[in-house]
T-cell receptor
Framework: AQSVAQPEDQVNVAEGNPLTVKCTYS??????LFWYVQYPNRGLQFLLK??????LVKGSYGFEAEFNKSQTSFHLKKPSALVSDSALYFC?????????????FGKGTKLSVIP | GAGVSQSPSNKVTEKGKDVELRCDPI?????LYWYRQSLGQGLEFLIY????????KSGLPSDRFSAERTGGSVSTLTIQRTQQEDSAVYLC????????????FGQGTRLTVV
């Protein structure tokens, strides 16, 4: 069975500092990996995805993530955090060729950017 | 419409009643997902449709839960004999094709069973 772990329930970072939100995954096969963000009282929004190719992917709002196959990780990063980045972040995985494209989510990490 | 639409946005029902939750996906999206999000929790997968078929319904918590999709479009999630533990936000998402394309989420239906 596929799974996603987000080891930190909450991450606090000062505005202007770099941020990292961690994600590790477990699948049988080649993963497709996604990051979503959920702002208060709003739906989930897609940030970025890794399908194949370059391990460093860039997405919306200046976010990027690095796929590391050996460490089965897909950490979300941003060079300089904004207060408006404060939200709930979800990592998700699906796997190719498994017959079902169930999209499995982690439990989420609450990011708080402190002014 | 431009996005995934779910109705109703809020539903309060009495324990033991049946409820139907509706999802209108983005036009042309073949994959459709239902998730449940409880307060402070992550997204719990319920069921996935490809067209009108459900290749994966492994997340449905009990036989009180069922879902269908018609015309490759609208989907309905039905909960029979609702229980208090069914209270949650039910999210629907659709994607252009399964796997390598991102899913777009609706705003959800907040279900409260009293």
């Amino acid at each position: 069975a596929q799974s996603v772990a987000q080891p930190e329930d909450q991450v606090n970072v000062a505005e202007g500092n770099p941020l990292t939100v961690k994600c590790t995954y477990s699948v049988s096969g080649n993963p497709y990996l996604f990051w979503y963000v959920q702002y208060p009282n709003r739906g989930l929004q897609f940030l970025l995805k890794y399908i194949t190719g370059d391990n460093l992917v860039k997405g919306s709002y200046g976010f990027e993530a690095e796929f590391n196959k050996s460490q089965t990780s897909f950490h979300l990063k941003k060079p300089s955090a904004l207060v408006s980045d404060s939200a709930l972040y979800f990592c998700a995985v699906t796997v190719t060729g498994a017959g079902s494209y169930q999209l499995t989510f982690g439990k989420g990490t609450k990011l708080s950017v402190i002014p | 419409g431009a996005g995934v639409s779910q109705s109703p946005s809020n539903k309060v029902t009495e324990k033991g009643k049946d409820v139907e939750l509706r999802c209108d996906p983005i036009s042309g999206h073949t994959a459709l997902y239902w998730y449940r999000q409880s307060l402070g929790q992550g997204l719990e997968f319920l069921i996935y449709f490809q067209g009108n078929s459900a290749p994966d319904k492994s997340g449905l918590p009990s036989d009180r839960f069922s879902a269908e999709r018609t015309g490759g479009s609208v989907s309905t999630l039905t909960i029979q004999r609702t229980q208090q533990e069914d209270s949650a936000v039910y999210l629907c998402a659709s994607s252009r094709s399964p796997g390598n394309t991102e899913a777009f989420f609706g705003q959800g239906t907040r279900l409260t069973v009293v």
